[in-house]
């Protein structure tokens, strides 16, 4: 027997249209559209890289900010201790400049050289972040270029100053070995460097420095 198709009783399907009259789409069955474990893990891969990519970039960008502060700080330093010379026909020289060896990586050595030169460029010899009475002050430091006990506090007789601070909260050095007649130093006048952030050691290719 032969079945007559009868007129509209049949349709063709139209583009874009899907088809319905198929068992998995009678029986409706779920469609899942989830990441796999594998998408998961490449994706926090690659957020993974990325973000050490950034923090890299940050911690360059980071330190060379701070090596162009401590060549801009050193010079202002230089420049007091041309005024203090000017005034007083000597660079800031003691014994502890005297015998500070600029060619030694140790910070620790850096402190008192460094605080004597803050107590003449500044006028404060009492370190204690008011320049004395009469006294002539060559430079103005602000707190964050002085080292103290206490760094949340500003200097006073209770927390004084012990050393000029470096961009890398070391202690710059100074030393007039040199111009002492001593067997290490480099200028006639005066060494001032920065060992950075002390991980150079007696690298001086990794300091900044005066000479």
Request: charged share 20%; with cysteine.
């Amino acid at each position: 027997m032969i079945n007559q198709v009868l007129p509209r009783s049949c349709r063709s399907v139209c583009r874009g249209e899907r088809l319905t009259n198929y068992v998995g789409a009678r029986r409706r069955e779920p469609h899942y559209t989830a990441f796999t474990l594998i998408e998961l893990v490449l994706v926090v891969g690659i957020i993974i890289v990325l973000a050490g990519l950034v923090l890299s970039t940050v911690g360059y960008a980071r330190k060379k900010g701070a090596r162009a502060r401590a060549e801009t700080e050193m010079a202002a330093i230089s420049a007091a201790c041309e005024n203090y010379k000017a005034d007083s026909g000597v660079y800031p020289s003691s014994t502890d400049t005297n015998g500070l060896d600029p060619t030694t990586g140790t910070i620790a050595n850096y402190k008192t050289p460094s605080r004597y030169t803050y107590g003449e460029l500044s006028g404060d010899r009492n370190f204690d972040g008011t320049p004395d009475t009469g006294a002539r002050s060559y430079m103005t430091f602000k707190p964050a270029l002085l080292l103290r006990d206490d760094m949340s506090n500003p200097p006073s007789s209770t927390n004084p100053v012990t050393a000029i601070c470096d961009p890398f909260t070391n202690s710059y050095g100074y030393s007039t070995m040199k111009a002492s007649g001593g067997v290490n130093g480099f200028n006639p006048t005066f060494d001032l460097w920065s060992i950075a952030d002390g991980a150079a050691g007696t690298d001086q290719t990794k300091w900044i420095k005066n000479w």
